[in-house]
């Protein structure tokens, strides 16, 4: 059995005097969370930066202004890695301008996480984006440390799945920057929201055959969760396939269309026999992943499970017969979906120089 210790939220608050927020600066979504004497609060929002990237910082200010005042501001970001940019540096230093002009007033305290573990002023992470680009699950992974010395860390979001050693309390992954982490299995593209299904499967069962899925987007992996009942509309936040609403009635036409097929022409079992063996493949997929990481670093487990996806690690589990808990036993539920912006705001508080 894993043990973790009090609840983070009440920890980090206890003789906190300062309000620090934490950012997670996505390309398909914006999560920020607020540490007070009164606890964690978390707002999370979609935002297709390649989409409306002028929008980002009057999207910022809206939340900022939800959020409240604050004297301490700390930033990470995977919001570089769109092609809307060139490269990340332009990535970096348009998500940090954004930033600071929701945070113009000289006495907010900005500091930028890097892969290195460490805050970081501004003025750094411009001269050298590299060092901050893509550190979201460093933050979430520090945090666990301390409270689960040895554990493989599991974050499965709307888009990629995070696997991160950590062994003796501390993060022992080999990769720093995507695509290290890609080659060694720590980060692996597939999610519970966004993840197209010609992406996870190149065939599905249909009619006692296998039958060859459309290299088109007709449906995601959020319109698999959503009919199986492993998400609910609520939790469902990223944009769907068609632009219908994410209903079971309408997941079950679009999983229908990656056949080429409609709803009229194939039976709700055929439709849930389509959802299963994308959702079982799924699994098999971040388990192969979980295999790699722990061959590469050596450490057995047990997983801790994180992110809008954190049901698919806790049957990845199952399948590989490994322990496993949900960290939101240890941040709560909304800071769990939130988990590196929660992070990083219990990380800054320990800071003395902000």
């Given at each position: ?33 607020r ?55 332009e990535?970096?230093?348009?998500v ?19 892969v ?79 993840t ?25 992996t ?46 709700k ?30 450490v057995?487990?047990?997983?801790v ?18 322990e ?15 988990a ?13 120089d902000?």
């Open positions: 059995m894993i043990h973790m210790t009090a609840p983070l939220e009440q920890e980090a608050v206890h003789g906190l005097e300062r309000v620090i927020v934490g950012w997670d600066i996505g390309g398909a979504n914006i999560k920020a969370a540490l007070g004497p009164d606890g964690i609060r978390v707002l999370l929002r979609p935002f297709a930066i390649w989409q409306q990237r002028d929008r980002l910082p009057a999207v910022l200010a809206d939340m900022a202004a939800q959020l409240g005042p604050t004297q301490c501001v700390a930033v990470t970001m995977t919001a570089e890695l769109s092609d809307i940019f060139r490269t990340k540096r990535g970096v230093a348009f940090l301008d954004a930033v600071r002009r929701t945070y113009p007033q000289p006495e907010v305290r900005l500091r930028v996480f890097g290195d573990g460490q805050f970081h002023p501004p003025e750094t992470a411009y001269n050298n984006p590299l060092l901050v680009a893509a550190a979201n699950w460093l933050a979430t992974a520090q945090i666990v440390a301390r409270r689960v010395p040895t554990c493989l860390l599991v974050d499965v979001g709307s888009t990629t799945t995070d696997t991160v050693p950590i062994a003796g309390g501390r993060v022992v992954a080999q990769g720093r920057n995507d695509p290290e982490r890609l080659v060694r299995g720590e980060l692996l593209y597939t999610g519970a929201l966004r197209p299904i010609c992406a996870v499967v190149h065939r599905v069962p249909l009619w006692g055959h296998w039958c060859p899925v459309a290299a088109e987007l007709f449906a995601t959020q319109d698999v969760h959503l009919l199986l009942g492993t998400l609910t509309p609520d939790q469902c936040t990223a944009p769907t396939a068609d632009g219908r609403p994410a209903t079971p009635v309408f997941a079950a036409e679009r999983l229908a269309r990656v056949v080429c097929a409609d709803a009229e022409m194939l039976a079992d055929d439709i849930l026999a389509i959802a299963r063996h994308v959702a079982d493949v799924q699994v098999h997929q971040i388990a192969e992943a979980i295999l790699q990481v722990i061959s590469g670093s050596g057995q487990g047990p997983l499970a994180a992110g809008v996806g954190a049901f698919l690690v806790h049957a990845a589990a199952e399948r590989l017969g490994v496993c808990q949900s960290l939101a036993a240890a941040l709560g539920e909304a800071a769990s979906q939130a590196p912006a929660a992070a990083l705001a219990l990380l800054l508080a320990e800071q003395h902000v």
